[in-house]
């Protein structure tokens, strides 16, 4: 896209911005009307406003639209998730919110009040999202139609950049037609197809490059083998001015995820495994765990005195049991729970290793004569995990998460995919939990738990809370 047709599109994008703010403002000052103001419309619009509220009202436009830049929204946001869009959207008309307060605060103006700003709030965040997301639709009418496409070449024509190119061309909304692959080995071109043509070799493109029509260069070379030809395209694109995109999963590990970040000007690539949404989220998995423990904690309060004293009462020993786990990233932490066994139980699993029914390094026995009859109980019902709410509270634990294993059992673990469960802080109950459970084999039970890892978000784990009580209920849960 040319500079010229990105600013005209800018400047269409702000008039409707603007315009949108604007009939949101009026609407809810109409709504809000003070009795001295004409309740009809026709009268509202002739009423005579003064100098004083036309300064207010362009300091608002031009905030609004600084604020709309400072968030984004004028980037260009071919690539960016519409839902994303939207929540920039709030965060944007929120500010501008506060930002009307100020103003009305400053210039005296009651007329906005507490119940003019609500009903512009939402008036204004959901119109603008409906703007958007029409003039969104529209742009993508028009690429569909074959307007405002991006002519793009890719280097390379391995089955990598094949299906690059494959799944880059099959978003219409993307707006992009393809000029051809640039490669070395000519031959590929007779074996796929008019949409894979080579139009010439890494030697000639950059004469190619200067004396044709392309918009953006896609590099799918392997890194290894054309390294200084990759750093060679990306210097010749930066020379000419020409967008160039390179895949960030250079080492081709389908579980490797990246995502880039600044540090004192110097360009990081971020390599992790997991969840996309765990590097801007998990603050707000913590936020959770916090509220919801305490808030647990103190629901629960009236029943630990209750459950101390069945286990005081039915078996010598402490209250509580406190065992070694390993937790995040092979952090070792004690686990607290109500003692369901003897007092000397762990002291007891060396002669009852013969009994063992789990496969792996897991240790269970479905009928362990080491348990109580209070603790068979406080099983079935899981209330001897409730102290663990503790642990969420110190950041050991989390609500949702793979279950911290001992100390034993981690010893135990010989495959070292299996491992990869410690990149996740340990938690109360997980995808396991709410299947079968304790039935199912040890390498079934470490792919679910690096199947959540892989998956999470804050849906998945009120999915899991809320699947985790019915199981409690069946008394299922150990």
Same mark, same amino acid.
């Given at each position: 896209?040319?500079?010229?047709?990105?600013?005209?599109?800018?400047?269409?994008?702000?008039?409707?911005? =603007?315009?949108?703010?604007?009939?949101?403002?009026?609407?809810?000052?109409?709504?809000?009307?003070?009795?001295? #103001?004409?309740?009809?419309?026709?009268?509202?619009?002739?009423?005579?406003?003064?100098? #004083?509220?036309?300064?207010?009202?362009?300091?608002?436009?031009?905030?609004?639209?600084?604020?709309?830049? $400072?968030?984004?929204?004028?980037?260009?946001?071919?690539?960016?998730?519409?839902?994303?869009?939207?929540?920039?959207?709030?965060? @944007?008309?929120?500010?501008?919110?506060?930002?009307?307060?100020?103003?009305?605060?400053?210039?005296?103006?009651?007329?906005?009040?507490?119940?003019?700003?609500?009903?512009?709030?939402? =008036?204004?965040?959901?119109?603008?999202?409906?703007?958007?997301?029409?003039?969104?639709?529209?742009?993508?009418?028009?690429?569909?139609?074959?307007?405002? !496409?991006?002519?793009?070449?890719? %280097?390379?024509?391995?089955?990598?950049?094949?299906?690059? &190119?494959?799944?880059?061309?099959?978003?219409?909304?993307? +707006?992009?037609?393809?000029?051809?692959?640039?490669?070395?080995? /000519? @031959?590929?071109?007779?074996?796929?197809?008019?949409?894979?043509?080579?139009?010439?070799?890494?030697?000639?493109?950059?004469?190619?490059?200067?004396?044709?029509?392309?918009?953006?260069?896609?590099?799918?070379? *392997?890194?290894?083998?054309?390294?200084?030809?990759?750093?060679?395209?990306?210097? !010749?694109?930066?020379?000419?001015?020409?967008?160039?995109?390179?895949?960030?999963?250079?080492?081709?590990?389908?579980?490797?995820?990246?995502?880039?970040?600044?540090?004192?000007?110097?360009?990081?690539?971020?390599?992790?495994?997991?969840?996309?949404?765990?590097?801007?989220?998990?603050?707000?998995?913590?936020?959770?765990?916090?509220?919801? &423990?305490?808030? &647990? !904690?103190?629901?629960?309060?009236?029943?630990? /005195?209750?459950?101390?004293?069945?286990?005081?009462?039915?078996?010598?020993?402490? %209250?509580?049991?406190? $065992?070694?786990?390993?937790?995040?990233?092979?952090?070792?932490?004690?686990?607290?729970?109500?003692?369901?066994?003897? @007092?000397?139980?762990?002291? /007891?699993?060396?002669?009852?290793?013969?009994?063992?029914?789990?496969?792996?390094?897991?240790?269970?026995?479905?009928?362990?004569?080491?348990?109580?009859?209070?603790?068979?109980?406080?099983?079935?019902?899981?209330?001897?995990?409730?102290?663990?709410?503790?642990?969420?509270?110190? +950041?050991? /634990?989390?609500?949702?998460?793979?279950?911290?294993? *001992?100390?034993?059992?981690?010893?135990?673990?010989?495959?070292?995919?299996?491992?990869?469960?410690?990149?996740?802080?340990?938690?109360?109950?997980?995808?396991?939990?709410?299947?079968?459970?304790?039935?199912?084999?040890?390498?079934?039970?470490?792919?679910?738990?690096?199947?959540?890892?892989?998956?999470?978000?804050?849906? !998945?784990?009120?999915?899991?809370?809320?699947?985790?009580? *019915?199981?409690?209920?069946?008394?299922?849960?150990?």
């Amino acid at each position: 896209m040319t500079t010229l047709r990105r600013k005209a599109i800018d400047n269409v994008t702000r008039v409707l911005d =603007v315009a949108v703010m604007l009939v949101a403002f009026i609407f809810s000052l109409y709504l809000n009307a003070p009795e001295e #103001i004409p309740t009809d419309f026709v009268g509202f619009l002739s009423y005579k406003f003064s100098l #004083i509220n036309f300064i207010a009202l362009g300091l608002l436009v031009w905030g609004w639209l600084h604020l709309f830049s $400072q968030f984004g929204l004028y980037d260009a946001r071919r690539f960016t998730n519409i839902i994303t869009e939207w929540f920039d959207i709030v965060k @944007a008309v929120s500010v501008g919110v506060m930002l009307l307060g100020a103003l009305s605060v400053a210039f005296g103006r009651r007329h906005v009040d507490q119940s003019v700003l609500i009903t512009f709030w939402l =008036v204004c965040c959901l119109f603008t999202i409906l703007e958007r997301w029409l003039y969104r639709q529209y742009v993508i009418h028009l690429r569909a139609a074959g307007r405002n !496409l991006r002519h793009v070449i890719f %280097i390379g024509s391995n089955p990598r950049a094949i299906e690059l &190119a494959q799944n880059v061309l099959s978003r219409r909304e993307f +707006g992009y037609r393809l000029v051809g692959f640039v490669d070395d080995e /000519m @031959a590929h071109d007779s074996s796929r197809g008019p949409k894979a043509k080579v139009i010439c070799t890494l030697k000639d493109f950059p004469a190619y490059l200067e004396n044709h029509v392309v918009d953006e260069v896609y590099i799918a070379l *392997p890194i290894k083998k054309y390294y200084e030809e990759i750093r060679s395209i990306i210097t !010749l694109c930066q020379d000419i001015g020409i967008v160039c995109r390179v895949p960030s999963n250079w080492f081709e590990i389908k579980t490797l995820k990246t995502a880039p970040f600044e540090l004192d000007d110097e360009p990081i690539l971020t390599v992790y495994t997991g969840s996309p949404h765990q590097l801007e989220y998990l603050w707000l998995k913590r936020l959770i765990d916090i509220v919801f &423990a305490a808030v &647990a !904690l103190l629901l629960f309060s009236p029943f630990f /005195m209750i459950i101390a004293l069945l286990i005081k009462l039915t078996s010598p020993g402490p %209250i509580f049991f406190k $065992q070694e786990r390993i937790g995040y990233n092979r952090r070792s932490f004690k686990m607290i729970k109500f003692r369901t066994m003897v @007092a000397d139980a762990e002291d /007891m699993q060396i002669q009852l290793e013969h009994l063992n029914e789990a496969d792996g390094p897991a240790f269970k026995i479905k009928e362990d004569p080491r348990i109580t009859p209070v603790g068979k109980w406080l099983r079935r019902t899981s209330f001897d995990e409730v102290p663990q709410l503790i642990n969420v509270l110190l +950041g050991d /634990m989390s609500l949702v998460g793979p279950r911290p294993l *001992p100390v034993r059992d981690v010893e135990g673990i010989e495959k070292r995919w299996q491992k990869r469960r410690f990149s996740m802080r340990p938690g109360l109950t997980c995808l396991w939990q709410i299947g079968t459970r304790n039935q199912m084999r040890f390498e079934d039970w470490m792919r679910l738990d690096l199947e959540y890892i892989d998956s999470w978000s804050i849906q !998945l784990d009120f999915y899991i809370i809320a699947r985790t009580i *019915p199981a409690i209920i069946k008394g299922t849960g150990y």
